[in-house]
């Protein structure tokens, strides 16, 4: 009998991340940087920064580090294009969505301050 190579085991490379873009090389690199922009925003929260600046420095690596999590854990980098068209917007919208709680949420928190 013929082994056949195609369709699975380690014969593309090994493991899992095989056919997923060469091994566990790219995870372990991404992998570092989320580890290095989180103590970037660790080292942040420690400085004397104006708040505004610091919010915006913090929501900006969360969404580097999100974006990178999606891509290379979440394998979304090696899908469709089509499947990356549906569930970004459909994240996008259900952040915005969220908005819509936050007024709220500090209007109660205010209620219960001056009680």
Known sequence: MAHSTHGGGMAHGGGHAGGHGGGLKPMYIVWVWLLVI???E??????HVPVHIMLIALIGMSLVKAALIV???????FERIGLVYTIVPAMVGT???MNVFF???QR????????
Do not use: E, G
Not at 108 to 115: D, E, G, K, Q, V
């Open 38 to 40: 989180t103590l970037v």
């Open 42 to 47: 660790v080292f942040l929260a420690y400085m």
């Open 71 to 77: 891509a290379y854990f979440m394998h979304l980098k």
């Open 95 to 97: 952040m915005l969505l």
């Open 103 to 105: 007024p709220d949420a």
């Open 108 to 115: 109660l928190s205010l209620n219960a301050i001056f009680r």
